[in-house]
Structure formats: C-alpha cells, structure tokens
Nanobody, 115 residues
Framework: QEQLVESGGGLVQPGRSLRLSCVAS????????MRWYRQAPGKGRELVAS????????NYGDSVKGRFTISRDNAKNTVYLQMNSLKPEDTAWYYC????????WGQGTQVTVSS
C-alpha cells in the first residue's frame, strides 16, 4: 500500500531553519517525481517544490526560491525539504505528494514560524 509519512515540522523563530523529511513506501520511489505542497490557514494548497525521479531537475514556487531546497535519497526512499531563512508567512501544514496512477498525500507536518 502506497504511503507517505512526513516529519520534521515544529515551531521555529523567523530567520531560522528546518528540514522536513518524507519517507515513501509501497511503490518504486526512484521512478517518480516528488512534490512538497503547503497549506496556510485560510488559504489553498500551494506547490512549494518538486524534484524529478533522479533528482536532476528541481523547481520551486516563487515565494521560496533561494531559501528552500528540495532533495531526495533514493536509497532511503526519502525526499527532503531544507527550509532556510524562514518567515512568518511560511507558517503552514506541509505535505508530501506523488502522482502514480492516483495521487497520494501524506498526513502533513506543521510548521509554525513565530517569535
């Protein structure tokens, strides 16, 4: 059964960093592109970053370019989101996503940026 499990969220002060992880299971992880989305309170879900199956191609939302880095370790079936220079507007639930025959989401991990 396909499963995505996020971790690494928490409360952090503005300007600090966090690294999110998403461990995948139940499918051939190395064959699929992966995405991170986020959803802030009262807002729609936003694509934060994506990475190709090999990790050779990455893309970022305009609001996080230059601050966030997506990466993956295919040996560990894990995709990461390194978040630097965090801002209060980065506060959101962060979700891992993959599109196989259907679309799958993790349960999310909450990030709160506040002093």
């Amino acid at each position: 059964q396909e499963q995505l499990v996020e971790s690494g969220g928490g409360l952090v002060q503005p300007g600090r960093s966090l690294r999110l992880s998403c461990v995948a299971s139940g499918f051939t992880f190395r064959a699929y592109a992966m995405r991170w989305y986020r959803q802030a309170p009262g807002k729609g879900r936003e694509l934060v970053a994506s990475i190709s199956s090999t990790g050779g191609t990455t893309n970022y939302g305009d609001s996080v370019k230059g601050r966030f880095t997506i990466s993956r370790d295919n040996a560990k079936n894990t995709v990461y989101l390194q978040m630097n220079s965090l801002k209060p507007e980065d506060t959101a639930w962060y979700y891992c996503n993959v599109v196989l025959r259907s679309e799958y989401w993790g349960q999310g991990t909450q990030v709160t940026v506040s002093s």
